[in-house]
């Protein structure tokens, strides 16, 4: 498929823009301006997607807190110029107007790591998600290596950051806990 990408967008151009585009166009995102297609994902990434979407439902639930959970579609607006489309994310209740586009509040944000996106997730959408007042937790989950780096926000504005194998990823705010388990389920079996 050609796809003509237009170039030097604000973020109000780029979403007129891809709420036309065909689905087979991708996973569009917008950084200072340039739009970004994502590659095909392997089904490792979609099932873990998956997964982590569940994982988020089920914790908001257990806790009891007015937060909800979207997966990847919802674009998170860092500034003028700079969109992102986050594999999934929490927000406080109300949610936005059906037709909507954007989450204006984020206050978790999610990437399932890709080979085709990894140095980005871990370098330019780190520093730049943080940039959004609200977000507080900026978890990246390798699916093939089953971890979880936790970036979050600290008291003095720094990022924290921790990484995972076993256990349960905690997430205050909003208050929710996750088993690292429920988010990439059983550990694959090998054919003897």
Known sequence: MNLSLPS??????FLAWAVNQPNEAGKLELLDGV???????????????????LALIDAIKTAGV?????????TVRIDSRTAFEPDALIAPLPEPEPT?????????????????TAQRDATTK???????PSVEHYPIL??????????KRGA????????????????????????????FGPAPTTAG
């Open 126 to 132: 780190l520093k730049r998600y943080f940039e959004v």
């Open 35 to 53: 739009v970004i297609v994502q590659q095909s994902r392997q089904w490792g990434h979609h099932k873990v997607k998956a997964a982590v979407f």
């Open 142 to 151: 390798d699916w093939q290596d089953r971890a979880v780096t936790h970036h």
């Open 100 to 116: 909507s586009l954007e989450v204006p509040n984020p206050v978790i944000v999610v990437e399932v790591l890709s080979p085709s």
């Open 66 to 74: 007015p937060f909800y959970a979207a997966t990847d579609g919802p």
């Open 156 to 183: 003095s504005g720094t990022i924290e950051t921790e990484v995972l194998s076993e256990g349960v990823l905690k997430l205050d705010p909003p208050g929710i806990e996750i088993p690292l388990a429920s988010l």
């Open 8 to 13: 030097r967008l604000t973020v109000d151009e």
